[in-house]
């Protein structure tokens, strides 16, 4: 009989197994270098790219749009765009070295409303612009809670929270965060109160949602940022609460309206009632700059100060620019006499007072 084959019993070790290589970390995006980031809220009238040009020929190095009309329900999923055009308007941001390219939501969203009808459009229209966002390589996409008309406000939150996860449902978000706007308080808006944004941050990890914090909203809400010591309990409170690292960007605002007034009224930087020397403190923190241990990487300044007349725009740019010491020189240039809007003909002028005595007559 043939000799039984004995097998020899084969050995593993932990150094045979396949142990695949780890995802290497993604860079870090090139204006969170500890740059100063500042920018202004640019029109997209006319076309989308036009915007960028705008906050380039303002001097600026970040910028802010709306990526559809703010004040105008679209047909849900309607609002889309062309892949085109989107490829163009990232290509031209980069070029133009932006960052971070920040989207404002519609300003008829409302998350926290009790409404079914106003509910169920919100949350559509919050997802069109995750995708929209996305679609244009967007950094930010800037929120407001919404109000909850009356309703008590754990229930107001929650409903924030529930909006935000069903708006993101299957939505893989990438490089794209959502950071909650705190709010004036104007009416029954949610979200005055710090602690209140704390609760819709808290509340939906998955998310790992940021925060945008106004200082017209602030002021107008009754935080003193306007003295050194109301400056220091107001961050202070920030970070107990929210905690300063989630702070990604600030709306730089003046405001028209008194400490506490809960009524949003926003002002050209240092000629209201916060002031310049309150604005130089913010801007200069050792906890709100982009740079040193306690500062953050490509935190951006955003301005969405009113153009009452030409020009209006390119000057609070350019007295960011000064404010946190930034030479001239240094500067992202601006391109001398632009602003987004323009003088008016006087022929114009002149036709349109004639038409006006023509009809009282």
């Given at each position: 009989m043939d000799e039984e084959q004995k097998s020899t019993p084969l050995v593993y070790h932990d150094e045979d197994a396949y142990r695949p290589e780890p995802e290497p970390e993604p860079m870090p995006a090139f204006w969170k270098d500890g740059s100063w980031r500042i920018g202004i809220h640019t029109s997209i009238a006319g076309d989308l790219t036009a915007a960028l040009e705008s906050a380039a020929k303002l001097g600026c190095n970040a910028v802010q749009i709306f990526s559809s009309s703010p004040r105008m329900w679209p047909r849900a999923g309607g609002v889309r765009i062309v892949e085109v055009d989107a490829a163009r308007f990232r290509s031209r941001r980069n070029e133009l070295g932006l960052g971070p390219l920040v989207v404002h939501d519609n300003y008829l969203i409302n998350l926290a409303s009790p409404d079914r009808v106003m509910r169920v459009r919100?949350?559509?229209?919050?997802?069109?612009?995750?995708?929209?966002?996305?679609?244009?390589?967007?950094?930010?996409l800037v929120a407001h809670p919404g109000s909850g008309r009356g309703t008590p406000l754990a229930e107001a939150v929650t409903a924030v929270v529930d909006g935000l996860r069903q708006a993101a449902r299957g939505l893989k978000l990438g490089g794209l965060r959502i950071l909650i706007e705190n709010t004036s308080g104007m009416g029954s808006a949610l979200g005055w109160r710090f602690e209140e944004i704390a609760a819709i941050v808290a509340g939906c990890p998955e998310l790992d949602p940021g925060v945008c914090v106004d200082t017209a909203h602030t002021f107008e809400a009754g935080y003193d940022i306007k003295t050194e010591i109301g400056l220091e309990q107001t961050l202070g409170l920030i970070e107990r609460t929210i905690g300063l690292e989630r702070v990604c960007m600030l709306h730089v605002n003046d405001s028209k309206t008194k400490m506490g007034s809960r009524v949003d009224r926003h002002e050209h930087v240092g000629k209201g009632r916060i002031g310049l020397d309150a604005f130089r403190r913010i801007l200069n923190h050792s906890r709100l700059g982009p740079r040193g241990p306690l500062g953050l990487a490509g935190r951006a300044f955003i301005l969405e100060t009113p153009i009452d007349k030409p020009g209006d725009d390119r000057r609070n740019v350019k007295t960011l620019w000064k404010l946190v010491g930034v030479e001239a020189k240094q500067a992202p240039m601006a391109e001398d006499g632009f602003s987004m809007v323009r003088r008016r003909r006087k022929s114009k002028v002149k036709n349109r007072k004639g038409r006006s005595e023509r009809r009282k007559k």
């Open positions: 919100s949350i559509q229209a919050f997802h069109d612009e995750l995708v929209r966002a996305m679609t244009l390589g967007a950094d930010y």
